[in-house]
Antibody
Framework: DVQLQESGPGLVKPSQSLSLTCSVT?????????WNWIRQFPGNKLEWMGY???????NYNPSLKNRISITRDTSKNQFFLKLNSVTTEDTATYYCARDPDGYYFDYWGQGTTLTVSS | DIQMTQSPASLSASVGETVTITCRASENIYSYLAWYQQKQGKSPQLLVY???TLAEGVPSRFSGSGSGTQFSLKINSLQPEDFGSYYC?????????FGGGTKLEIK
């Protein structure tokens, strides 16, 4: 069965960069599909952040402008989120999720909570 | 960006009742709509995609309908495990956006 699991530092200081890892088991991220990052803010609003596709191409939410980068390590079947210049408004639970058709999310990780605070 | 508006924001119902949650898109999204259920402390789970197609393993008491800008999720004969929060999400091009959620509570 496909499983996704996020990992990250838990706490980041303002102006620093956050880096999160999504480890995928049960399916090769180069075989197909789109591999996404989605976050949920306190208050429960959900925001799609972007994806890396099976062929390595990216698509990002314009709201994140030039702060976001999603990369991968195919040898470890992992993909990564990097968000630069974080503020307290980036405090959220971050999920990685699989998109089978370029449209919706059928498998999600359990989420990792990230707090931005000095 | 396409704005997704859900109503009601919260809903109280009893086991066995039928409830309907609605979602409105700010522009025509055809049938490119998904619904998710989220339990407290858990990740969202896909229920419906393409407005009316049930995801694998989703009970038939759930049904989705609508097209264009107006959509609904209907739950027949509520079960205890159905209580939680529900979100719609358009999948008509990026950026994908979600509705604000409907919290379904036990009466």
């Amino acid at each position: 069965d496909v499983q996704l699991q996020e990992s990250g530092p838990g706490l980041v200081k303002p102006s620093q960069s956050l880096s999160l890892t999504c480890s995928v088991t049960g399916y090769s991220i180069t075989s197909g599909y789109y591999w996404n990052w989605i976050r949920q803010f306190p208050g429960n609003k959900l925001e799609w952040m972007g994806y890396i596709s099976y062929d390595g191409s990216n698509n990002y939410n314009p709201s994140l402008k030039n702060r976001i980068s999603i990369t991968r390590d195919t040898s470890k079947n992992q993909f990564f989120l990097k968000l630069n210049s974080v503020t307290t408004e980036d405090t959220a639970t971050y999920y990685c999720a699989r998109d089978p058709d370029g449209y919706y999310f059928d498998y999600w990780g359990q989420g990792t909570t990230l707090t931005v605070s000095s | 960006d396409i704005q997704m508006t859900q109503s009601p924001a919260s809903l109280s119902a009893s086991v066995g009742e039928t409830v309907t949650i609605t979602c409105r898109a700010s522009e025509n999204i055809y049938s490119y709509l998904a619904w998710y259920q989220q339990k407290q402390g858990k990740s969202p789970q896909l229920l419906v995609y393409n407005a009316k197609t049930l995801a694998e393993g989703v009970p038939s008491r759930f049904s989705g309908s609508g097209s264009g800008t107006q959509f609904s999720l209907k739950i027949n004969s509520l079960q205890p495990e159905d209580f939680g929060s529900y979100y719609c999400q358009h999948h008509y091009g990026t950026p994908y956006t979600f509705g604000g959620g409907t919290k379904l509570e036990i009466k």
